[in-house]
């Protein structure tokens, strides 16, 4: 059978994809919230499970700056030179030409509030010659001395390579590390604006800006990755780590983690709380067969789960291959909001771009195409994606008003479609 008749046959298939169950639908979404001080657990979800760090790499980046500050073999003075292979790293990045540089100070701002990939690969070729050397000591770092057992870094930016990858677990170790270690060189991670050669660059992480008590770390998205955030906030003496990986949108990963650092604020100060009671109330024995008194603050105090272990305890479990990126044209759509409106077939992929982008002009969403086989040719379907579901009722009601085709398509049917297509072309490589 040629390729190109098992490529048609195989494309036939994938109508039916769009009713697949609930089942092939996997929420990306994994977490962990940290007291800072103790180190204790105050929410987590899929801990340990495999997820691409994206920018969130540049934590470690950045640390490995700050290890060679202390160790004076570099200061903040030191001229980080802009080699070929810099300056041909992938936005997002400053434009730095070759045969420029930048001092070590400029460049961790640049590294925190831009996530420039640019001066990432230019610190690397300082400290190990080559990026590839420099993953390798990242890796020997994370692994040996600060316990994150379960990533491995490829590069010093984070952008995508199958092999680099972390758990919310991990960063979090990274991101206490940080603030353990190097607390007098962590305003970096608090810079709203980058000024950099006359221009001010604002920052990327919208929780400085959003979170009372917001001090840090750092944002990271690629299409594989979905949307990271590392934050850091202080309140009253008590200071809250969270690590959000696999958001379905800049939104959704705000949201989320605005909401976690509430819920853990809440937690720490309503357990001081009861603390304070317990102390002017004398001893109480905790075997009181009695139990808790109703209306106690310690019974009235929020409950997250998992109940509060030590971060030392979470156990590893068996490995979790990392979900591989949706091989399709702006995959970005498929992580930026879940619900989409398909809004019909055509003969050709510009034309069914074409479309998608128009209604995405006038309705919001992003556009998105995939390929589909119908009666032995290919064709392209059209979508915009980063829809509410009640957006998406609404866009297609207003468009089948006008007798134009629109259906409805929830994220796991999106999810369970466009899975399908990169499980296809990659069989087909």
């Known amino acids: 059978m040629s390729g190109r008749i098992r490529w048609l ?18 929420d990306r979404q994994a977490y962990v919230v940290l007291d800072a001080a103790s180190g204790r657990v105050l929410d987590a979800r899929k801990p340990n499970h495999l997820r691409y760090p994206a920018s969130l790499t540049k934590m470690m980046t950045v640390l490995m700056l700050f290890r060679a500050l202390d160790a004076g073999t570099l200061t903040p003075e030191t001229l980080i030179p802009i080699s070929r292979g810099a300056a041909a790293a992938n936005p997002v990045k400053l434009g730095l030409p070759p045969g420029d540089s930048m001092p070590v100070a400029e460049a961790i701002p640049a590294l925190v509030a831009r996530s420039a990939n640019d001066v990432a690969v230019a610190v690397a070729e300082l400290l190990a010659g080559d990026e590839a050397a420099f ?6 770092v994370a692994r040996e001395e600060l316990g994150m057992t379960r990533t491995t870094f490829r590069n010093a930016s984070g952008l995508p390579d199958d092999d680099h990858q972390s758990t919310p677990r991990d960063m979090a170790r990274l991101a206490l590390a940080l603030w353990r270690d190097h607390a007098d060189r962590m305003a970096a991670f608090e810079t709203r604006v980058f000024r950099f050669r006359g221009q001010a660059l604002g920052t990327y992480n919208p929780l400085l800006s959003s979170l009372p008590g917001a001090d840090g770390l750092k944002t990271g998205f690629t299409c594989a990755a979905g949307y990271n955030l590392a934050g ?27 909401r976690l650092m509430e819920a853990g604020f809440d937690r720490l100060s309503a357990e001081a709380d009861a603390d304070v009671k317990a102390e002017g109330k004398g001893d109480v024995s905790t075997e009181d067969e009695t139990g808790p008194t109703a209306g106690t603050e310690a019974a009235d105090a929020p409950v997250l789960t998992p109940a509060a272990p030590s971060l030392a305890t979470l156990v590893t479990p068996r490995a979790v291959r990392v979900q591989p990126a949706p091989d399709v044209e702006g995959c970005g759509g498929l992580y930026a909001g879940g619900w989409a409106i398909e809004m019909g077939t055509f003969r050709s992929r510009g034309r069914a771009r074409s479309v998608a982008t128009q209604v995405a002009r006038v309705y919001g969403g992003k556009p998105l195409t995939s390929p589909a086989g119908m009666g032995g040719m290919v ?3 059209a979508y915009v994606a980063a829809l509410g579901s009640g957006q998406a009722r609404s866009i297609c009601r207003q468009r089948q008003a006008r007798g134009r085709y629109c259906v409805v398509r929830s994220p796991r049917m999106m999810w369970a479609a466009m899975q399908a297509v990169a499980r296809l072309r990659r069989s087909l490589r």
């Open 9 to 26: 046959l195989m494309l036939a298939s994938l109508g039916v994809l769009l009713a697949t169950p609930a089942w092939a639908f996997e």
């Open 135 to 140: 993953g390798r000591a990242m890796t020997r």
């Open 379 to 381: 064709r392209h379907r």
């Open 232 to 258: 850091s906030a202080e309140r009253d003496g008590r200071r809250v780590i969270a690590v959000v990986m696999g958001g379905a949108s800049s939104a959704d990963r705000l949201a989320t983690i605005t």
